[in-house]
């Protein structure tokens, strides 16, 4: 049973920062493809971004495009999510998920594997 371990989330005031990490447990994650999604309370479960492993490739949503930053790093077996200029409406638990394949996924449903979630707060 592969596992995703997420941290990083936390409070901070609106246009600061903020970094998420995900790690999986399976070391072979080259053929999947990583997902971040956020929920915030009373609403559905949102796509933010995804990652490619084999490759780096990216896909952001519009709402994050140009603020939020989505990468991994092999060495350390481990996605990342960089927030900047983060806004109110930003803030929700954040979930790290992957499934294998090589496209962008962006319905929830499509993934096999999803992290305990991380709760991200943007202050005004």
């Known amino acids: 049973q592969v596992q995703l371990v997420e941290s990083g989330g936390g409070l901070v005031q609106a246009g600061g920062s903020l970094r998420l990490s995900c790690a999986p447990s399976d070391r072979t994650f080259s053929a999947y493809v990583m997902g971040w999604f956020r929920q915030g309370a009373g609403k559905e479960r949102d796509y933010v971004a995804s990652?490619?492993?084999?490759?780096?490739?990216?896909h952001y949503a519009d709402s994050v495009k140009g603020r939020f930053t989505v990468s991994r790093d092999n060495a350390k077996n481990t996605v990342y999510l960089q927030m900047n200029m983060l806004k109110p409406e930003d803030t929700a638990v954040y979930y790290c998920?992957?499934?294998?394949?090589?496209?962008?996924?962006?319905?929830?449903?499509?993934?096999?594997?999803w992290g305990q979630g991380t709760q991200v707060t943007v202050s005004s």
């Open positions: 990652i490619i492993w084999n490759g780096g490739s990216t």
């Open positions: 998920a992957a499934r294998r394949g090589s496209g962008w996924y962006l319905n929830a449903d499509a993934y096999d594997y």
